[in-house]
């Protein structure tokens, strides 16, 4: 869907975008050709020319920040597959929901090998780690994990691109949390970990800090199935908007 796309050039909104497609310009390749007449100015045309040429290069360098810049948030859902091999899903446990919690660990999925980072033990490699990704997914994590990761490393910066599965599946008609999405998606949890909420995330942590090593033990379970689940979440979210977005073209 990213060559598709023409919203992330400024001054093109989701009405000029259909225009283009609506005369024959679905893909950059298309516009590239010098199609036949379009319905904007000739200085329009030259600057989504110069955007659409940079668009290229960058894609061709894999540079996810130049999408990330221009991209509207809620549209980043489109450059997934380009990005998908240096992508982390991500999700974090807190000590608590309010602004003085402190983050506990933070779990990532690469689609193939997962991380935890936790407090105390490993929690300082996460800032090095997690610039080696170029798109981020999560769950809500617009409001919550990223804001709740940069408070705790003050230097760090996201600038990735980043997909808030929360946000892209309410456009499709689910609402409600992660695990009550799961639920209506047909996605099962473990044995150990049905049931568990943020609630017992925080209940866990303080009793492994209580020396119960083994709440640690399930709190990392707990973790890896939210950061693994969102895998599933991710594709099926993809796979629909792009349904609906073909619809169009």
């Not at 859902?77 to 899903?89: C, D, I, K, N, V």
């Not at 660990?105 to 689609?111: C, E, H, N, T």
């Not at 105390?120 to 997690?130: A, C, L, Q, T, V």
Request: charged letters at 25%.
């Amino acid at each position: 869907m990213l060559t598709n796309t023409f919203i992330h050039i400024p001054g093109v909104g989701p009405a000029a975008e259909a225009r283009l497609w609506a005369h024959g310009v679905r893909t950059w390749r298309d516009f590239l050709r010098e199609p036949a007449e379009l319905p904007f100015s000739q200085a329009q045309q030259r600057h989504m020319r110069g955007y659409l040429l940079d668009s290229e290069k960058a894609l061709e360098a894999g540079n996810h920040r130049f999408f990330a810049q221009l991209l509207p948030s809620r549209e980043q859902w489109r450059a997934f597959p380009e990005f998908s091999h240096r992508l982390a899903y991500l999700d974090i446990e807190t000590t608590g929901l309010g602004r003085d919690a402190e983050v506990t660990m933070v779990g990532l999925f690469d689609g193939r090998n997962y991380r935890a980072y936790i407090k105390g033990i490993n929690f300082s490699e996460f800032p090095r780690d997690i610039r080696k990704f170029s798109l981020l997914v999560t769950y809500f994590g617009t409001c919550f994990d990223l804001p709740f990761l940069t408070q705790r490393f003050s230097r760090l910066k996201f600038g990735q691109l980043h997909i808030d599965l929360c946000y892209l599946l309410r456009r499709l008609g689910y609402c409600g949390g992660l695990k009550h999405i799961e639920e209506k998606l047909g996605i099962k949890r473990s044995a150990e970990t049905t049931g568990l909420s943020g609630f017992d995330a925080v209940r866990l942590w303080r009793e492994y800090k209580q020396g119960k090593k083994s709440s640690l033990d399930l709190l990392v379970r707990y973790n890896m199935e939210d950061v693994t689940n969102l895998e599933c979440l991710m594709r099926f979210g993809y796979n629909h908007m792009q349904k609906k977005l073909q619809l169009h073209l």
